[in-house]
């Protein structure tokens, strides 16, 4: 089955704690991107990538890294996690960029205290 | 400054009736739009799309309307389902680029 897994669904963690949030896809898709839900903002980009090693940042990139080593994987690390990165967040792929659409992850529940 | 504007956080249909779901955008740049629809505890899916050198594009049930002078676009739903419950998110983007940018969502609720 197609699709973009995210792991783990719910996460509770501690201030200051590193922590990676991974992402895979099995479509041989190009384009990878996170994003973050908060209520009342929609959602947000923090960061994409078009392809293996280039990366670039979305609107709300700060706290947080990613890297692209393998075209299937996308992982997301918070290097220092705060509680204002309490939310839920979403990893995507696409094949061709936005033309085609994004294929969700079914989300990451992360909690910060 | 929000570029990509729902302004109706929620709205109610019966079933059988149309929905329409309203989005705004400002940013001049944009010139290719995408609705996700999301339930609960998953990610969003994509369900339409249009590109700015179109007013309208169809598929099934549901029809983009694209009004560029007035930087306007709305989604049609007819008929509308109980299925279709759900909080819809416009999207907009530049050729050549690869950020989508988000509204704030609208929650539809079609009730038997």
């Known amino acids: 089955e197609a699709q973009v897994t995210q792991n783990p669904r719910y996460l509770i963690t501690v201030t200051g704690k590193k922590l990676t949030v991974t992402c895979s896809q099995n479509?041989?898709?190009?384009?990878m991107s996170w994003y973050r839900q908060d209520p009342g903002l929609g959602l947000r980009q923090i960061y994409y990538?078009?392809?293996?090693?280039?990366?670039d940042k979305g609107d709300v990139p700060e706290g947080y890294k990613v890297s692209r080593k393998e075209k299937r994987n996308f992982p997301l690390i918070l290097e220092s996690p705060s509680p204002n990165q309490t939310s839920l967040y979403f990893c995507?792929?696409?094949?061709?960029?936005?033309?085609?659409?994004?294929?969700f992850g079914s989300g990451t529940r992360l909690t910060v205290v | 400054d929000q570029q990509v504007k729902q302004n109706s956080p929620s709205l109610s249909v019966q079933e059988g009736r149309i929905s329409i779901l309203n989005c705004d955008y400002t940013?001049?740049?944009?010139?290719?739009f995408l609705w996700y629809k999301k339930y609960p505890a998953e990610g969003p899916t994509f369900l339409i799309s249009?590109?700015?050198?179109?007013d309208k594009n169809e598929d099934g049930r549901f029809t983009v309307f694209l009004n560029k002078s007035a930087k306007h676009l709305s989604l049609h739903i007819v008929p509308s389902q109980p299925g279709d419950s759900a909080v819809y998110f416009c999207?907009?983007?530049?050729?050549?680029?690869?950020?989508?940018?988000f509204g704030k969502g609208t929650m539809l609720l079609v009730s038997p």
């Open positions: 995507a792929s696409s094949l061709s960029g936005h033309q085609r659409g994004y294929t």
């Open positions: 479509m041989n898709h190009e384009y």
């Open positions: 990538s078009m392809n293996v090693e280039v990366t």
């Open positions: 940013n001049s740049m944009f010139d290719y």
């Open positions: 249009i590109s700015s050198i179109k």
């Open positions: 999207a907009a983007t530049s050729s050549g680029y690869s950020t989508l940018t």
